[in-house]
């Protein structure tokens, strides 16, 4: 069971790494990239990082886009589709939104550690 302090400790982490605001994950035509944001789960183990939604300033179709457009460093990129919002399950085929998956299985997948608090 965990302790309080552990749980506000490892969602404080986990807080200052989504709220960073990474200017852009493609490796090409990023000017018209006006924000990334980053989507988690919760698994038995904690919070990890799955997927980032990247948002343009305009509509990107689909049908071009695949894995291999997109890189995010130190992670395993598993999927990429368009979406009208920044909500995965709004998927779409076009969309002011890429939402780029990553391996939830990756090594720096995870975004918080548990720290145990000595008395």
């Given at each position: 069971?965990?302790?309080?302090?552990?749980?506000?400790?490892?969602?404080?982490?986990?807080?200052?790494?989504?709220?960073?605001?990474?200017?852009?994950?493609?490796?090409?035509?990023?000017?018209?990239?006006?924000?990334?944001?980053?989507?988690?789960?919760?698994?038995?183990?904690?919070?990890?990082?799955?997927?980032?939604?990247?948002?343009?300033?305009?509509?990107?179709?689909?049908?071009?886009?695949?894995?291999?457009?997109?890189?995010?460093?130190?992670?395993?990129?598993?999927?990429?589709?368009?979406?009208?919002?920044a909500?995965?399950?709004?998927?779409?085929?076009?969309?002011?939104?890429?939402?780029?998956?990553?391996?939830?299985?990756?090594?720096?997948?995870?975004?918080?550690?548990?720290i145990?608090?000595?008395?």
């Amino acid at each position: 069971m965990h302790s309080r302090r552990e749980f506000l400790i490892m969602a404080a982490g986990a807080g200052a790494l989504v709220s960073v605001d990474v200017p852009a994950f493609a490796q090409e035509d990023t000017e018209h990239v006006k924000r990334a944001t980053a989507i988690t789960q919760v698994f038995g183990d904690g919070a990890r990082l799955t997927a980032v939604a990247v948002e343009y300033d305009a509509a990107v179709d689909g049908t071009g886009l695949s894995p291999d457009t997109f890189r995010v460093e130190g992670r395993t990129v598993t999927g990429v589709f368009t979406s009208a919002s920044a909500d995965p399950a709004g998927r779409a085929d076009a969309g002011r939104f890429v939402i780029v998956t990553l391996s939830p299985d990756d090594a720096k997948a995870g975004l918080a550690t548990k720290i145990v608090a000595r008395s």
